[in-house]
DNA sequence: GCGAGGCCCACCAGTATCAC
DNA sequence: GTGATACTGGTGGGCCTCGC
């Protein structure tokens, strides 16, 4: 097991103890990276989340959660909330809390940034205090950046891009031009030229999320900017996006960041 | 009374898993 | 890698509550 606290947050890297039975909250966000097999987590409002190898999660300030099971390893980095939030400020995010949504992802410079943390963790030999302090200030801002970057939420009004195969990026593309439409996973199929379990099971690996999963959270993002600017009723703007219905966008809406849409729209007139 | 939003439930499309 | 199938979760519609 390996802990190094720093003034920004705390790295945690343990293979024993991979369950956890009691409830876990407090004021940091927590970067979580599934390295081997997968790994099973639970929000107390939001219920369960599997990610797979490589897949991350990024946990929001007091989230009432446990770890129900790991694969071999946990790597988990706590990331102060000021540190985040003043990234979130520098990048001129909007100016409320980065809340990031409870979605399975991936993203090859995220996993580039924890392969690197584990070398350097893993063969360091006779590293002063002093140097590692440093080595920390500058991996935690870079941290923070990615995660701001790469980690869906609501400082962001589109699914933040990634480096797709192009059978996949076809797709993609034609899904963000069109995402009021209504699409089946048939029609993602044959607009990628394979059937749909190949579809299916290429996607889910590529991007941490299934084809119709991918299209509702994007739709979710788009109506943020509705919410926090414009007095559009939810019923309107859930529909604007292509949501069939208000009581499914509600509840997507709910579980992916534990509120529901006037309850948002309401936190950000507060906080305004 | 009316409209907006939330909750609940049955149905079915989409997803995960497993066998080949 | 592909396809079948059991399971999961999104959808649609009805009903309830709340505020105007």
Do not use: C
């Amino acid at each position: 097991m390996m802990i190094v606290e720093h003034q920004n947050g705390l790295l945690l890297m343990r293979n024993d103890h991979l369950g956890e039975r009691n409830w876990r909250s407090d004021d940091s966000y927590k970067f979580i990276f599934s390295g081997y097999g997968k790994s099973v987590f639970q929000s107390r409002n939001q219920g369960d989340i599997t990610l797979d190898t490589n897949h991350f999660l990024i946990l929001n300030p007091k989230i009432e959660h446990k770890q129900l099971h790991v694969t071999d390893e946990k790597f988990l980095v706590e990331v102060n909330y000021s540190l985040l939030k003043e990234m979130a400020d520098q990048l001129g995010m909007v100016p409320i809390d980065p809340e990031f949504a409870f979605v399975a992802s991936k993203n090859q410079q995220l996993s580039s940034w924890v392969s690197f943390m584990k070398t350097y963790f893993n063969h360091r030999v006779d590293t002063s205090l002093n140097t590692q302090e440093l080595f920390l200030d500058n991996s935690m801002i870079q941290l923070a950046l990615l995660m701001l970057q790469y980690g869906t939420g609501t400082h962001q009004q589109v699914l933040p891009s990634i480096h797709l195969p192009s059978v996949l990026e076809d797709v993609v593309d034609a899904l963000k031009q069109s995402y009021d439409m209504e699409w089946t996973l048939d029609d993602m199929a044959i607009l990628a030229g394979v059937n749909k379990y190949q579809f299916a099971h290429l996607f889910k690996k590529e991007t941490g999320l299934s084809p119709y999963s991918w299209l509702q959270i994007y739709r979710l993002l788009k109506t943020q900017e509705w919410l926090r600017y414009t007095d559009d009723s939810i019923l309107s703007i859930a529909l604007k996006v292509g949501f069939r219905n208000i009581s499914s966008y509600n509840q997507l809406f709910k579980r992916v960041y534990g509120k529901t849409p006037s309850e948002f729209r309401l936190s950000y007139r507060k906080n305004r």
